[in-house]
């Protein structure tokens, strides 16, 4: 008899999940999480920030899973890179200093085609190193930064996979002003602030490796726009090759 119970509930467990597997689930269920999630390294370090409110921002994105490294030095996450699972990088930290095997493992990432996001004061994440400078893609570094400015932001490509279906919007957060802009940045947002150079963002590839720079994020006060998350995360999935155009 108990036999024929265990194999009854047997056969019920197996219908249930074949099911399952031909019905989608009723109204109100939550939507199924991405099988596999882009994998995302943010890396922080030498300059202040509300760490919460930034983290929280990449919790919004449910098809990335990313992992927070705060540098002390320069360059840590990079000390070995033989099993290195990230697709994607974003650069928020400031005036580090790698050491040549630390550098040279970053540019061996980007040989692989690793997706590259420079934010905010990540404009000075390496600047230690010259070649830094043509990642970023300025020929000259700030003269003058200013916080808590309110200004406009204007969608300079809307064809572009990072800005399309997107409009100019108002944020509050700082500028910077004085960088020169190499040849071959392709601009993607722009400003018409005299406290601020005339592009936001940019993008461009290098070595084999898709690189955005964009300029917002210096607190929370930005991080509250909804069109800086968009933007952070359109930018995130652009680098590493998941959304379509160029």
Same mark, same amino acid.
């Given at each position: 008899?108990?036999?024929?119970?265990?194999?009854?509930?047997?056969?019920?467990?197996?219908?249930?999940?074949?099911? %399952?597997?031909?019905?989608?689930?009723?109204?109100?269920?939550?939507?199924?999480?991405?099988?596999?999630? *882009?994998?995302?390294?943010?890396?922080?370090?030498?300059? +202040?920030?509300?760490?919460?409110?930034?983290?929280?921002?990449?919790?919004?994105?449910?098809?990335?899973?990313?992992?927070?490294?705060?540098?002390?030095?320069?360059?840590?996450?990079?000390?070995?890179?033989?099993?290195?699972?990230?697709?994607?990088?974003? *650069?928020?930290?400031?005036?580090?200093?790698?050491?040549?095997?630390?550098?040279?493992?970053?540019?061996?990432? *980007?040989?692989?085609?690793?997706?590259?996001?420079?934010?905010?004061? +990540?404009?000075?994440?390496?600047?230690?190193?010259?070649?830094?400078?043509?990642?970023?893609?300025?020929?000259?570094?700030?003269?003058? %930064?200013?916080?808590?400015?309110?200004?406009?932001?204007?969608?300079?490509?809307?064809?572009?996979?990072?800005?399309?279906?997107?409009?100019?919007?108002?944020?509050?957060?700082?500028?910077?002003?004085?960088?020169? *802009?190499?040849?071959?940045?392709?601009?993607?947002?722009?400003?018409?602030?005299?406290?601020?150079?005339?592009?936001?963002?940019?993008?461009?590839?290098?070595?084999?490796?898709?690189?955005?720079?964009?300029?917002?994020?210096?607190?929370?006060?930005?991080?509250? %726009?909804?069109?800086?998350?968009?933007?952070?995360?359109? %930018?995130?999935?652009?680098?590493?090759?998941?959304?379509?155009?160029?």
């Amino acid at each position: 008899m108990n036999k024929h119970r265990h194999f009854r509930g047997w056969m019920c467990a197996i219908l249930a999940a074949c099911m %399952a597997s031909f019905f989608p689930a009723g109204p109100g269920a939550e939507a199924a999480e991405p099988a596999t999630k *882009l994998p995302v390294l943010v890396i922080s370090g030498g300059h +202040g920030y509300p760490v919460e409110p930034f983290r929280k921002v990449f919790a919004g994105f449910s098809d990335m899973q990313c992992t927070f490294v705060e540098e002390k030095e320069g360059g840590e996450a990079f000390d070995d890179i033989s099993a290195w699972p990230y697709r994607a990088m974003v *650069l928020y930290n400031f005036e580090k200093k790698p050491n040549d095997k630390r550098w040279n493992n970053f540019l061996a990432l *980007l040989d692989r085609g690793v997706g590259l996001v420079i934010l905010h004061h +990540g404009i000075y994440a390496y600047r230690s190193r010259p070649e830094y400078q043509k990642m970023v893609g300025v020929t000259s570094w700030l003269s003058a %930064a200013k916080h808590g400015m309110k200004f406009t932001v204007h969608i300079a490509d809307p064809k572009h996979p990072i800005t399309r279906g997107l409009t100019d919007f108002e944020i509050h957060d700082e500028t910077y002003q004085g960088h020169g *802009l190499a040849p071959g940045m392709h601009v993607i947002l722009t400003t018409d602030h005299p406290e601020n150079s005339k592009a936001v963002a940019w993008v461009h590839t290098v070595r084999k490796s898709r690189v955005c720079y964009f300029q917002l994020g210096h607190d929370h006060e930005a991080y509250a %726009a909804p069109q800086f998350g968009e933007i952070l995360g359109r %930018a995130i999935r652009w680098s590493a090759g998941g959304l379509d155009g160029n």
